[in-house]
């Protein structure tokens, strides 16, 4: 059965210094994994996604992430935070091509 | 631009009172999916259309109903709404393949 967990339930970071959001995830196949972020009120927009091509992923807003299949993680990486990005953050693994299995979601905090 | 839409962004209903939230989209996918989500938690999946087949979860109570007339619009109805059943509610939607749903802005659902 597929799973996600998300090992950090609020990370905190200065504006400008480096962000990383873990992500384990169990699957007894070749996965498809997302990331999704989720601002106040707002809807959930894709970040990046893992369909198993290039194991390093590049998304929106300068974010990316890498799959390790021998760690089984897909961490989500920003080299350098912005105020905007506080939001909550979504890793998500397909269980089957129609439904998705969220993580807990994790509160990125950028201060100034 | 091609997207999800979700009507109202708020609504407020009373306890007991039925409330229809609305989703409509603009990109043709022929799977669209309804979602509830509380408050510091991950989306929990209602339901889905998948065309004209409805997929109800297992756990989704009988409270909850929707429709899909046309393959653009998908309509979430909740008979009688209990105080518990105040949450963000999510459209979500996508093709056959690949796996990416895209989401909607949300109706933040409010019971007094």
């Known amino acids: 059965a597929q799973s996600v967990t998300q090992l950090d339930s609020h990370v905190s970071v200065s504006e400008g210094t480096p962000v990383l959001l873990r992500c384990n995830y169990s699957?007894?196949?070749?996965?498809?994994l997302f990331w999704y972020v989720q601002h106040p009120n707002k809807g959930l927009q894709l970040l990046l996604k893992y369909t198993s091509a290039a194991t390093l992923v590049k998304g929106i807003n300068g974010f990316e992430a890498e799959f390790k299949k021998s760690e089984t993680s897909f961490h989500l990486t920003k080299p350098s935070a912005h105020m905007s990005d506080a939001a909550e953050y979504f890793c998500v693994v397909s269980k089957n091509t129609d439904k998705l299995i969220f993580g807990t979601g994790t509160r990125l905090q950028v201060f100034p | 631009d091609a997207m999800v839409i979700q009507n109202p962004r708020y609504q407020v209903t009373q306890f007991g009172k039925p409330v229809t939230l609305s989703c409509s989209q603009t990109l043709n996918h022929n799977v669209m999916y309804w979602y509830q989500q509380k408050s510091s938690q991950a989306p929990k999946l209602l339901f889905h259309?998948?065309?004209?087949?409805?997929?109800n979860e297992a756990d989704t109570p009988d409270n909850f109903q929707s429709r899909r007339p046309n393959t653009s619009f998908c309509f979430l109805d909740i008979r009688s709404p209990g105080l518990g059943d105040a949450a963000m509610y999510l459209c979500?939607?996508?093709?056959?393949?690949?796996?990416?749903?895209?989401f909607g802005p949300g109706t933040r659902l409010l019971v007094l």
């Open positions: 979500a939607t996508k093709r056959d393949h690949p796996e990416t749903q895209y």
């Open positions: 699957s007894s196949y070749s996965p498809s």
């Open positions: 259309y998948y065309d004209k087949d409805f997929n």
